[in-house]
């Protein structure tokens, strides 16, 4: 089991940064990929982005490419999201999720088998 709790959401303007953090409880952080996911109110989740188990490889929606930056220290099992350059359409609750397998997509949330509970983050114009 892994358990995953979220930080480091908040209120921020347009053309502003926020870093969220991911942290995660149980040893085998390590051996699971790692995505953000984002649902606005009234809309569905969406990927956001992902990092390979040892941090290697990584994806991005198009929505956030060039801008938001995930990362992972393996050794505070943690995973981060530097985001930059915000707009009021990244107003959304950001959930962590961890893969414990892979299921030939990464881009769904039933490709995601642990779930944190979710950080806002609001951008005002």
């Known amino acids: 089991q892994v358990q995953l709790v979220e930080s480091g959401g908040g209120l921020v303007q347009a053309g502003g940064s926020l870093r969220l953090s991911c942290a995660a409880s149980?040893?085998?952080?390590?051996?699971?990929?790692m995505g953000w996911f984002r649902q606005a109110p009234g809309k569905e989740r969406d990927f956001v982005t992902r990092?390979?188990?040892?941090?290697?490889?990584?994806y991005y929606s198009d929505s956030v490419k060039g801008r938001f930056t995930i990362s992972r220290d393996n050794a505070k099992n943690t995973v981060y999201l530097q985001m930059n350059s915000l707009k009021p359409d990244d107003t959304a609750v950001y959930y962590c999720a961890a893969a414990r397998y892979y299921t030939g997509s990464i881009y769904n949330t039933q490709d995601y088998n642990y779930w944190g509970r979710g950080t806002q983050v609001t951008v005002s114009s």
């Open positions: 990092i390979s188990s040892t941090g290697g490889t990584t």
């Open positions: 149980g040893r085998t952080f390590n051996a699971y990929p």
